[in-house]
């Protein structure tokens, strides 16, 4: 399963607790209620950038790396890239 399904769940999990904890403390239940969700809020703001991560993640294993003897260009210029190293042409450098 996806992280994003997870990260759902997570917070769906984490609404279900604090409307409990809120309706457990109905005497001062509105100013409980904005403190959790600012915590709530800050919470989704922290996990916000793993989304970004797992994007990230799929392009850099979607690049195409090349090894080897490399033509660049129309036969313009060779490169030999040695072992041990990658080499991405132009186009999959601006990804």
Not at 32 to 50: D, E, H, Q, R
């Amino acid at each position: 399963m996806s992280f994003s399904f997870y990260y759902f769940k997570l917070l769906l999990l984490c609404h279900n607790s604090l409307s409990m904890i809120a309706n457990q403390l109905k005497h001062s239940g509105e100013i409980v209620m904005k403190f959790l969700k600012t915590l709530l809020l800050g919470i989704l703001i922290c996990l916000t950038p793993l989304f970004a991560e797992d994007d990230i993640l799929k392009k850099i294993n979607d690049l195409k790396y090349q090894t080897g003897t490399i033509s660049i260009g129309n036969k313009l210029a060779t490169v030999r890239v040695p072992k041990g190293f990658k080499f991405l042409d132009a186009k999959q450098s601006q990804v």
